[in-house]
């Protein structure tokens, strides 16, 4: 017994009835112990953790904030609940919080506490009592499900989604978040660390498709990963290497039948994998924070082979709203029109209503800033968003560019829309650019809807830098529009 409890000294002499006491390991763990004696100098020791001990240790596993298991908590039922039955009768969900950084950064972090807590108890009222709701940590949180049946682990991931992304109220504020949750079951992990890690892939693959939703774990989605993070690898490697090239689009003013200008295009050349369009690359490169490089280099870049264009030809520049929050934008304006000798009013930077959602006054003081460098700013892919209108109040923006959808769109609808946006943007003074012109008939109809320019594959497909002189020297333009 010492080598086990130094300090402990049993007298069977002095001992009567089923005496207890507690007793501290040489590790210093604490058990209750009881004590039976047995006769003839033998007697009997029960030894159970300290009820003190075991409180503690429960209490450890809790996050403080909002009562849920911890990380290592919840490890501990996953490995037990992977150990004790069918792997196929568990479910893990991954989820993530919609928008709550915004609220964080603009409420306070007190409120975004209180927020925290009633995701907590939404969460534990969507889930049985015998699952575990865990937070991991900030925003992260995980549901381990048990007694997973068919279709269960699908309707407990909609369920959350939609109490999720139900309306708060705290503190006088309306608050409105969402759910992204991935969803992985037993059956294809072997242990807890792999249903957590298929958990987070299905995450991911539901913040790609836009979030607030879930998606279900897929054996295809190891095979996305590891295709994502070798583009993201080469993504890093090819700004250095300069494997970027821009392309130039023109736009057409529908009035003099001229070229006023070229949007620039960004293209990859990849040395083995050929030309990688844009949408397969700007998202990442926007995730993981490069877009705000690639953004200086594309604007320096345009700056400097506009330069060669002749006349007062303009450059359009689309701006990530990555860079509006990486607060040198302005200065990378600045920058590029300095060294490139490029007059500022030849320039147009083009932004989407994302630019303006999270900080929208902060966007509006820079866009203001940018203006008075005498730089014209225009609004891409106008009427796709919720807001469109609100940010024609609190900007004058110089140009409204109509979402190609609208042009592609024959219906009765996309023209009432198209035709709107056209008579509200030459009524504010602003030019219109129809975007996505692809036959004649669509120009047609454009020129019957008081817009100003046109862009698309009919007039004028993207080009290299080095074959603009050859388009503006061609002698069909004015045939052809």
């Given at each position: ?24 390991s040489?590790?210093?763990e ?24 075991r409180?503690?240790?429960?209490q450890g ?13 919840l490890?501990?039922h ?75 682990a ?27 949750v ?41 095979a ?25 689009q023109?736009?057409?003013?529908v ?20 030309n ?34 002749p ?39 083009e ?34 968003g ?15 560019k ?21 008579s ?11 975007e ?17 320019h ?24 004015d045939?052809?529009?």
């Amino acid at each position: 017994m010492r080598d086990l409890f130094p300090g402990c000294v049993l007298s069977l002499a002095t001992m009567t009835g089923a005496p207890s006491c507690l007793l501290i390991s040489r590790d210093g763990e604490k058990f209750d112990a009881g004590i039976a004696v047995l006769g003839a100098g033998q007697f009997l020791i029960d030894l159970r953790p300290s009820l003190d001990a075991r409180t503690a240790d429960m209490q450890g596993d809790l996050d403080e904030l909002t009562g849920l298991t911890k990380r290592n908590g919840l490890l501990k039922h996953l490995s037990s609940a992977l150990c004790s039955g069918p792997a196929s009768s568990i479910a893990v969900h991954c989820l993530d919080l919609d928008r709550f950084k915004m609220i964080n950064d603009t409420l306070g972090h007190a409120v975004g506490d209180l927020l925290l807590k009633k995701v907590a108890d939404r969460l534990t009222a969507a889930c049985h009592k015998d699952d575990i709701v865990a937070r991991l940590g900030g925003d992260e949180f995980v549901v381990l499900q048990r007694n997973v049946e068919e279709g269960t682990a699908e309707t407990l991931a909609s369920r959350i989604v939609d109490l999720i992304g139900r309306t708060y109220v705290i503190h006088g504020h309306t608050i409105n978040i969402g759910a992204s949750v991935g969803v992985a079951i037993g059956a294809n992990a072997l242990q807890d660390c792999d249903l957590l890690r298929n958990g987070d892939l299905a995450l991911y693959e539901a913040k790609k498709a836009g979030r607030g939703r879930y998606r279900m774990f897929e054996s295809g989605m190891d095979a996305l990963l590891f295709a994502r993070r070798e583009m993201e690898i080469d993504l890093r490697r090819a700004l250095a290497l300069k494997q970027f090239k821009l392309n130039y689009q023109p736009f057409i003013n529908v009035t003099t039948n001229r070229v006023d200008g070229f949007e620039a295009l960004l293209r990859w050349e990849h040395p083995v994998k050929g030309n990688i369009p844009p949408l397969s690359f700007i998202s990442l490169a926007e995730e993981n924070g490069l877009i705000v490089k690639i953004g200086e280099w594309v604007m320096r870049t345009a700056c400097i082979e506009a330069m060669s264009w002749p006349g007062e030809m303009i450059v359009a520049v689309n701006v990530s709203p990555l860079q509006f929050k990486a607060d040198t934008l302005l200065d990378t304006v600045a920058t590029a029109l300095k060294r490139s000798g490029l007059p500022a009013h030849r320039l147009e930077i083009e932004i989407t209503e994302g630019a303006l959602l999270d900080d929208t006054d902060n966007v509006i003081q820079t866009l203001n800033s940018l203006r008075a460098l005498g730089v014209k700013i225009s609004m891409d892919d106008f009427g796709t968003g919720y807001s469109s209108l609100s940010y024609l109040q609190k900007f004058p923006f110089n140009k409204i560019k109509i979402d190609r959808s609208f042009v592609a769109g024959d219906d009765a609808d996309s023209e009432a829309i198209l035709r709107s946006i056209a008579s509200l943007g030459t009524s504010l003074g602003m030019a219109i650019t129809a975007e996505g012109v692809e036959t004649a008939e669509q120009l047609a109809r454009i020129r019957g809807e008081r817009c100003t320019h046109v862009q698309g594959y009919f007039t004028g497909r993207p080009m290299g830098t080095d074959q603009i002189p050859v388009f503006l020297a061609r002698n069909d333009l004015d045939e052809r529009i």
